[in-house]
């Protein structure tokens, strides 16, 4: 369990330090240009038909559950074949899911990002459907809009940390990389045709890129002596 809160603080303090806060700024200044241009709504207007949204429905289930369910089958397997490396792996992506998680829910607590019209959000339900921009719904502040849905994606957060630190742990194995990427992908682009905008996504992808990439690093590097 320790080896989860490798250099925890320090790669907190990495995420918005130097060059990784220009990142943060980015994903900011985009989901303002995205938001600000009307883009936001006019992609949410162009995927919402339930004939696209049966397809990628099933991201947001995958994308709860493997952050905690797919690192627990890898700390059984390399519990049981006694593979250091693969217990190690496991609790990076571990460290990296818990970062993105966090991070998101606390930028949510202050954007109070409001979702786009969807059945089944108590906050949105009522305009499922709606031909009204809502897109442009933050209220700012703290705890005004909640901290499980909102701006970033913490869906689209932690599949990009994860996905970046195993990148980072695991850079010349083509395969995994490519489907590493795959799965954050489909995270992201599932959940932006779903329960989040666009630009949520977005923010989401360069954000958890940050966190996974801190991370990974982080546990490549030797400890100090």
Do not use: C, K
């Given at each position: 369990m320790p080896e989860l809160?490798?250099?925890?603080?320090?790669?907190?303090?990495?995420?918005?330090?130097?060059?990784?806060?220009?990142?943060?700024?980015?994903?900011?200044?985009?989901?303002?240009?995205?938001?600000?241009?009307?883009?936001?709504?006019?992609?949410?207007?162009?995927t919402r038909g339930e004939s696209f949204r049966s397809l990628v429905r099933p991201a947001?289930?995958?994308?709860?559950?493997?952050?905690?369910?797919?690192?627990?089958?890898?700390?059984?397997?390399?519990?049981?074949g006694r593979n250091r490396r693969t217990i190690t792996t496991a609790w990076a992506l571990g460290q990296a899911a818990i970062l993105g998680y966090l991070i998101s829910c606390c930028y949510k607590a202050f954007t109070g990002r409001i979702p786009p019209p969807f059945r089944g959000f108590r906050m949105s339900s009522g305009n499922e459907g709606s031909v009204v921009d809502t897109s442009h719904g933050f209220q700012f502040g703290f705890l005004k809009g909640g901290v499980f849905w909102g701006w970033p994606s913490s869906h689209t957060t932690v599949a990009f940390a994860m996905t970046a630190c195993l990148i980072m742990l695991y850079p010349k194995n083509k395969a995994l990389v490519i489907l590493a990427v795959?799965?954050?992908?489909?995270?992201?682009?599932?959940?932006?045709?779903?329960?989040?905008?666009?630009?949520?996504?977005?923010?989401?992808?360069?954000?958890?890129?940050?966190?996974?990439?801190?991370?990974?690093?982080?546990?490549?590097?030797?400890?100090?002596?």
């Open positions: 809160f490798h250099r925890l603080p320090r790669n907190v303090i990495a995420i918005f330090s130097g060059r990784n806060l220009l990142w943060h700024a980015l994903a900011i200044g985009l989901t303002a240009l995205i938001v600000m241009s009307g883009f936001d709504w006019s992609y949410y207007l162009s947001i289930m995958i994308g709860g559950a493997v952050p905690i369910f797919g690192i627990l089958l890898l700390l059984l397997i390399g519990a049981i795959l799965y954050a992908l489909y995270i992201g682009l599932g959940v932006s045709v779903s329960i989040h905008w666009l630009s949520e996504f977005v923010a989401g992808a360069i954000i958890g890129s940050v966190i996974g990439t801190v991370v990974g690093r982080s546990f490549n590097s030797p400890a100090p002596q």
